[in-house]
């Protein structure tokens, strides 16, 4: 008896519809999210993460609105991030259904809106997604530093120090994704999520490049990761939320095997 | 018409335990109030909550709602969730050292830093996400619940009552701890059965169909 590793869909959300993009490009509809909610849940997801892509004023709403219906009838944790930048963001977001908070770009311009966001609300639903990339020299050890604008931008802060940092400042959880893997399909960056994991107290989500079930396994084993999100092998039925979890009992990952009504 | 009180202190989610109880709940009006006179007539209780326990406690009693917890323990069912467990026994160690509602006889107690765990196997701090529940005694409110069932938990720190008698549930994270407590009409659990999909929906409504006796 112990905790279990999870296994978390994540889903993207534009004007109220799960998107996936192929490497930022064509964006591809795959569905509505409370049906897709509903189908992950039943298939044993342990939470739903859904990044709001667009984040425009009307989005926002349409975002609540989708919120609120899948928390109506979706009893797993479910995390919202994209845009969440004041202490009424998170409050919305929370009375909307959402249990957990993702904070990205705001916490690299304002830290203390971290700290006051668990110090109102409770560590536990303050999530920091934090998107690094290798900018060490070949020959050199890794050093990861912090991207903003969906990569684009270097902030010239170094990842793990600042995840210490948000943590100290209440942060209850980090959902760590590679820039360099992500969207590659080849695995996540075992070397960055095996040093983030081990150097904070708080559980790490792995993201970024999941392409098989053995990225799953080597993210949890080798990466020493709390939990796995990832969206395209899900999406596109590539493989069950089942398939995984079998695929990672069989080689003595712990994972929760839900009773299906 | 049975009426369910959610206690509201002003800390932590209620909608979640909210939309979950309406969701199970036959003909029972589930009720979000932070009013003692009108927690008070309710049929049933819930005391939810996260976050610390020393503003808990600041909280119920600065809305009067201590007192009325008190006066109905013993009168109607009433299920303790998350910081909920902790505010029923007698007195928790977070805070700097707090009294609480004292339910339950026992104190509560901080787990081991990741480092300092007992077997010397690195746990992350707070304890978080799903683990298995052992049912440690026959009881009504665990009616078509698998044994060793998974909940969803969030928590840094854990209740040791001072009754062996008093657990009803255990579970593992380097220590067995309780991880759900229950005394004649008082039910507490650790985790959150609003968030633990079918076995934390099943017992939700075991708790509408639980007449209170042990």
Redesign the interface.
Known sequence: ??????IIPCLDIDKGRVVKGVKFLEIKDAGDPVEIARRY?QQGA?ELVFLDITASHEARDTLMDVVERV???V???LTVGGGVRTLPDVRRL????A?KVSINTAAISNPDFVREAAYR?????IVVAIDAKNVARKGEPPRWEIFTHGGRKPTGIEAIGWAQKLVSLGA??VLLTSMDKDGTKSGFDLKLTRAMS?SV???VIASGGVGSLEDLHDGLEIGCA??VLAASIFHFGTYTIQQAKGFLAERGVVV?????? | MATVGIIDYGMGNLHSIAKALRYVASDEQIEVSFDPDALARMDRLVLPGVGAIGHCMAELHRLELDDMIREQLGRKPLMGVCLGIEALMAHSEESGGVECLGAFPGDTVHFAGPDDQPDGVRRKIPHMGWNQVRQERHHPLWKDIAPASWFYFVHSYHVVPENAGHIAGTTDYGVRFASVILRENVFAVQFHPEKSQSAGLQLLANFLEWDGAA
């Open positions: 008896m112990t905790l279990a590793k999870r849940d342990d928390a109506g009838e009893f797993i944790p929370l009375s909307a259904g249990d609300y409770g560590s536990q639903c209850g959880e081990q107290d708080v559980p709390d939990a929760r095997d839900p009773i299906y009504r």
